[in-house]
């Protein structure tokens, strides 16, 4: 927005400041000469760094009013190689700034001795130093009241902590450094105040795997312990729990974190390098409960948008991923689930009609992702969704984009105002001013309430979420602003001169593209879903593989991922190696060569199933690949139902008939009832030993001469007996005769049908008896030449 487009029209000071300046003006004058003829006759010292530097570490209150003290600490280092004299650290009160543009100049350079610094106030509001000695640090600390800053209009002022001194090459009094910030003046209520909405988000990185344990609980398994740290007091997330409980904020929260705290607080296990796990800490388990039970009392009276599960990536689902089929049905299930969590944990009803692509860019491919699985209003940016009418002021955020879309657009400027590092207290004062200046340079633009929001970066640092509070803290305590919940500014109404032109796909910002998940990313992903489909259909218990899995695949595809490429495919990877890891606990047991004895037998594959759980709804086909030889079932295949009980093994056997001696090799597969292979299949083959019509004469013919040669001894006994009873007469013959009728074991004789009996209880099995079914065989291979009976 053009500078002058944002001018306020605001009046000058007044008198008594107009005089205070211009003898400033003149007792500077040999001073101000002095400082010319050095400049020119050293050119180069000017562009060197302020020999001394100066931190402006806190400035209270951020906003004040007529009857406030200001109080401003810092500190101020000598970076010189000589020692500076005479030192002290002044205030300065420079200019009204009339743009937003003038307090971004400001803000990208608060260390220029050459801007418009403003007047030092002098007197006592100074703070003296005999000596400032090269690379020691002398904090300041001066307190002034208010009505001594002769500040005017209302609106934002340049204000600053200036250090003054002499060094033996300089030996008179000049300026050595300064930090400029910001002091924004509205002492009573605005006659119209903005309504401001600040997003407040919780979210977080990916913790949870899709590993899950095999009892009755599924203890689910965390990548490392890290959540545990940022939930933990004094953490990033305790902290922003605890800042924004206090603050009037809506709430922005990715449903993952409730699940993977909520999770954490009941109980989990830790993966280790080397695959096992650890059982996660008591400590933590108890750190996790503390910091849900403060959420849900800081979130019980205020407004919460619950984004997709797992904050999926909006921008590349729409530049990538639909291009790759059932990509969008990801984002769908993610938006469906996340209602559920969070009402499940924190026992609110969130809003699920916010839709916040990464930094609020966004182009036609994005909306229309965005807006795919329900969401009707967008968060976006005014970095990305640019006025083009050149308006002279900053217009309210919501604004109809078509469809019956509503684009929300955060203000740029205040939003991106806590980036970068604020681990110093001069940063973090310089972000603080920055924020209220621009929000007060807003309401100040027009007299018209308008909607204001602020939505900062997804993850704020401890130090940065510090800074945001402070400055909302000020704002909400301020006279020129009011709170308004998010689905309020969405539906206030929108201005109708604001721009509505979605920016085209080209304009989409190059670094954020590069950030994005690639194709293979979403193809690894359609891989995955597709291993999930085949294996939950056998499952008694679809939910404890199709949720865990589920969410997972939504991790998979997380905004969180940017910038971390190689551990986003490290996750998806361990994520589909554990789900074919879990399908291999049902599969075939291997069988080697298979013995065949006679024209037909039955045949024993062995199914295992190593999971907690029953599987059913599969069949096992055996199949002949030359059915003119064996046949299964009379048929080239034949299959029959499967269904066995967690931790156990079931035997399916399968009829076979031979034609033709040989060998016939054999193919077993498991199929799904839609007809989809499963697991790997196992060949083993069938060696037919049928008894031929020869082999059978050949033993006919020999039992044939056995009997032959039976009978003939036998009835040469007899005889041998007749003529010996005749010799020994006929009462002794008659004697034995009765003793042993009908016993002709007394004699040594049998009948033939006993000796054929005897024979056959004696001699060894012939292959062609009857045998029992084979039992149900180990999870072992089967042993070298098997042999199965008909």
């Given amino acids: 927005m053009a500078d ?71 500190t101020v280092i000598n970076n010189g190689k000589q020692t500076v004299t005479g030192a002290h650290v002044g205030l300065r009160v420079g200019p009204l700034l009339n743009t937003r543009s003038a307090v971004d100049a400001i803000a990208q350079h608060p260390n220029d001795v050459r801007g418009g610094t403003g007047e030092e106030l002098g007197g006592k509001y100074t703070q003296k130093f005999a000596k400032l000695v090269p690379g020691v640090a002398e904090h300041f600390s001066i307190s002034v009241p208010v009505d001594e800053l002769d500040l005017g209009k209302n609106g934002v002022y340049s204000f600053g902590a200036s250090v003054s001194g002499k060094t033996s090459a300089q030996p008179w009094d000049q300026m050595l450094g300064i930090q400029r910030t910001f002091l924004p003046w509205q002492p009573s209520e605005a006659d119209s105040t903005s309504r401001t909405t600040v997003l407040w988000p919780l979210l977080s990185s990916v913790h949870m795997t899709a590993r899950t344990g095999a009892g009755e609980r599924q203890t689910p398994v965390f990548q490392d312990d890290e959540l545990a740290k940022e939930i933990a007091p004094g953490g990033r997330l305790a902290q922003m729990m605890e800042l924004g409980k206090d603050l009037d904020v809506t709430w922005v929260i990715d449903p993952d974190l409730l699940a993977a705290v909520d999770a954490m607080a009941n109980s989990y296990r830790v993966q280790r390098p080397d695959g096992g796990t650890d059982a996660g800490s008591r400590e933590n388990q108890a750190v996790a409960k503390q910091w849900l039970a403060g959420l849900q009392k800081a979130v019980a009276d205020k407004e919460v948008v619950a984004l997709p599960f797992a904050d999926p990536d909006l921008a590349s689902l729409a530049h990538t991923g639909t291009s790759v089929t059932g990509s969008l049905s990801h984002l769908k299930d993610a938006t469906d689930v996340a209602a559920l969590t969070v009402k499940t944990v924190l026992h609110v009803t969130p809003s699920t009609d916010f839709a916040w692509p990464v930094e609020g860019a966004v182009d036609p491919s994005i909306i229309k992702v965005a807006t795919s699985a329900g969401a009707d209003q967008v968060i976006t940016r005014s970095d990305s969704l640019r006025e083009t009418a050149g308006l002279s002021y900053t217009p309210s955020a919501a604004r109809p984009i078509g469809g019956g879309t509503t684009a929300v657009v955060a203000d740029a400027r205040m939003s991106t105002a806590f980036e970068g590092d604020l681990t110093k207290a001069d940063s973090s004062t310089l972000a603080v001013q920055q924020f209220l200046a621009q929000s007060l340079e807003i309401n100040a633009q027009k007299d018209e309430q308008r909607s204001v929001v602020f939505a900062p970066q997804r993850t704020p640092t401890a130090s940065q979420a510090q800074a945001m509070a402070a400055a909302v803290k000020a704002l909400q305590d301020g006279n020129w602003s009011q709170p308004e919940n998010l689905t309020d500014a969405a539906r206030a109404k929108p201005d109708p001169d604001a721009t509505t032109r979605i920016p085209s796909t080209s304009a989409y910002p190059s670094s954020l593209r590069r950030q994005e998940l690639p194709r293979s990313a979403f193809e690894q992903i359609a891989d995955t879903q597709d291993k999930l ?10 939910s404890r593989v199709v949720t865990p899995f589920g969410r997972a695949i939504n991790r998979g595809m997380s905004t969180s991922w940017r910038g971390q490429a190689t551990k986003a495919d490290d996750f998806r990877a361990g994520v589909e190696s554990w789900l074919d890891s879990l399908g291999e606990q049902v599969k075939l047991i291997d069988k080697s060569e298979t013995k065949l004895s006679g024209r037909s037998a039955t045949i024993p594959v062995t199914v295992q199933n190593n999971l907690v759980q029953p599987v059913g709804h599969l069949y096992l086909r055996l199949s002949s690949t030359q059915p003119t030889r064996l046949k299964i079932g009379g048929k080239a295949y034949d299959e029959q139902p499967v269904e066995v009980s967690g931790g156990h093994s079931q035997s399916v056997k399968f009829t076979t008939s031979a034609n033709a001696n040989g060998r016939a090799t054999v193919l077993a597969q498991l199929y799904t009832e839609d007809g989809q292979e499963y697991g790997d299949p196992v060949t083993f083959d069938v060696k037919v030993t049928e008894v031929t019509p020869t082999v059978m004469l050949v033993i006919g013919g020999g039992v044939l001469l056995l009997v032959l040669a039976g009978f003939r001894m036998y009835t040469q006994r007899k005889r041998a007996a007749a003529r010996q009873a005749e010799e020994e007469g006929p009462g002794e013959a008659e004697t034995e005769s009765g003793e042993d009728a009908g016993n002709p074991e007394a004699s040594g004789d049998r009948l033939p049908e006993e000796q054929g009996s005897a024979a056959g209880t004696a001699g060894p099995e012939q292959a062609g008896d009857p045998a029992p079914d084979t039992a149900p065989e180990s999870a072992d291979p089967s042993g070298t030449g098997e042999r199965v009976d008909r």
């Fill in 4 to 74: 002058a487009a944002e001018f306020q029209g605001h009046s000058a000071s007044p008198a008594r400041r107009r005089l205070r300046r211009a003898g400033a003006l003149l007792a500077g004058a040999p001073l101000l000469a002095g400082l010319l003829q050095l400049t020119a006759a050293e050119p180069a010292e000017a562009a060197q760094t302020d020999p001394v530097s100066v931190a402006l570490d806190s400035l209270t209150p951020n906003a004040p009013t007529e009857d406030d003290t200001l109080t401003v600490t810092g």
């Fill in 533 to 542: 489909d085949n294996f939950q259909v056998i499952l008694d218990d679809q």
